[in-house]
């Protein structure tokens, strides 16, 4: 996925590199086919998450987005928190008005093609600033893909804060849908050692 405006810079093409990690047992046979979803899946727009190019924007790091449809993200996940310093960066509207319809003076999209739409901002389930004030990044994070579409989505980003005093499981879940988009957050945080956090929220 890229972004809309960054069709002219190096490298902006249409490309798809998947990665398929599969449990085989030895002498194992394996038989599947591949299918790639677009707009629609079986009569709901299709939900899919991948990593999201950051070619011309900021620097690289790991920017995971979820998309609904062919449109556009419905919400970014940055797991390191590298560029904004929160686990979501991006939260768009499903179903309304593409970007730049006000100045068009006309809706931008329909159902069956959606469009990018306005950027709502980003949010953290653990921010916690130490008694100096230091921001307790999650270092050592994994990310594991569980289920990427084209009915739900699945992702959990593992982490501990830096000063190792927290470890944090942060699962993330969309699924399609003919309306609205729906996102489940569900957190599991193992205190590992006493600290003090006078700045603290889950």
Same mark, same amino acid.
């Not at 996925?1 to 093409?13: A, I, S």
């Not at 329909?110 to 739409?117: A, L, Y």
């Not at 921010?127 to 989505?153: C, D, K």
């Given at each position: 996925? %890229?972004?809309?405006?960054?069709? +002219?810079?190096?490298?902006?093409?249409t490309w798809y590199s998947p990665v398929v990690m599969l449990d085989v047992p030895a002498m194992g046979q394996l038989s599947f086919e591949l299918l790639l979803a677009y707009q629609y899946y079986e009569g709901l727009h299709s939900v899919s998450h991948a990593q999201l190019s950051l070619i011309g924007w900021g620097t690289n790091g790991l920017w995971e987005e979820v998309g609904l449809g062919s449109g556009g993200e419905a919400i970014c996940y940055e797991p390191d928190g590298q560029h904004r310093r929160g686990l979501v960066t991006d939260v768009r509207p499903f179903l309304v008005c593409g970007m730049g319809s006000a100045a068009a003076g006309q809706c931008k999209g %329909? /159902?069956?093609?959606?469009?990018? %739409?306005?950027n709502h901002g980003g949010m953290d389930f653990?921010? =916690?600033?130490? /008694? /100096?004030? /230091?921001?307790?990044?999650? %270092?050592?994070?994994?990310?594991?893909?569980? =289920?990427?579409?084209?009915?739900? +989505?699945?992702v959990t980003y593992s982490g501990v804060t830096a000063d190792g005093g927290i470890a944090a499981k942060r699962s993330v879940s969309t699924w399609s849908t003919n309306d609205y988009a729906r996102h489940l957050h569900s957190f599991s945080y193992r205190v590992l050692r006493e600290g003090q956090y006078p700045r603290f929220t889950v």
């Open positions: 996925h %890229t972004k809309p405006g960054w069709e +002219t810079l190096p490298y902006v093409h %329909t /159902s069956d093609n959606t469009q990018w %739409t306005e653990l921010v =916690a600033f130490n /008694s /100096s004030g /230091s921001y307790q990044y999650q %270092t050592g994070v994994e990310t594991r893909h569980i =289920a990427n579409g084209p009915r739900l +989505t699945n």
